[in-house]
């Protein structure tokens, strides 16, 4: 009998530590990537809250950075270095600029400097996400937002969000009532 109970205990935390289940943050009925939001909540009591919105059209954009120069041992007067980063409509850098100069790879440091080794901290290159680049150069200081392109437009997804307190507390992501991310604070 122990070794039954052993087997099934081990099965339930190799089945939970998989990132595409959960047990479900109100029971004990497992969920997983994929099910639709009426499976969920057919297994889950209601959530504490619950947000729907239309996703934003991915549109080309424009991040700006202002990069300070470390100090000129001289004390001249210098000015700080632009980094502009343009993604396209998939959301993926499209083009480097650094003082007007087109790079395919370049770092986000105190100092923005011009090199071929892409595993060196804080780089940046040319398919990079904008999540990536987020990580790794912070916020931009401004945004320039393109228009969406009438001839490739995809379809903007529905998404849902359903909050449950439980320890810890969970997020739920759909994607047109499909379970796409499930987010533990």
């Not at 047990?23 to 969920?31: A, K, Q, V």
């Not at 934003?56 to 980094?83: C, F, H, R």
Request: aromatic fraction near 6%.
């Amino acid at each position: 009998m122990s070794k039954k109970l052993y087997a099934l205990s081990l099965l339930l935390i190799s089945t939970i530590s998989h990132a595409d289940f959960c047990p479900c943050p109100s029971s004990f009925n497992l969920i997983q990537i994929g099910n639709t939001l009426d499976q969920v909540l057919q297994k889950c009591c209601a959530p504490i809250s619950r947000k729907t919105h239309k996703a934003e059209a991915p549109v080309p954009q424009k991040w700006s950075y202002t990069i300070t120069p470390p100090p000129n041992p001289g004390g001249a007067m210098q000015g700080s270095t632009d980094l502009i980063v343009t993604f396209d409509q998939t959301e993926k850098v499209a083009n480097i600029k650094v003082n007007a100069q087109s790079l395919t790879a370049t770092n986000c440091g105190k100092v923005s400097t011009v090199s071929f080794d892409v595993n060196q901290p804080n780089m940046i290159q040319i398919g990079d996400t904008m999540q990536t680049v987020k990580a790794t150069c912070g916020t931009p200081m401004f945004i320039e937002k393109g228009v969406p392109q009438t001839d490739t437009q995809i379809p903007t997804p529905t998404i849902t969000e359903l909050q449950y307190a439980g320890p810890p507390p969970v997020t739920l992501y759909f994607e047109n009532n499909v379970l796409t991310k499930i987010e533990k604070q």
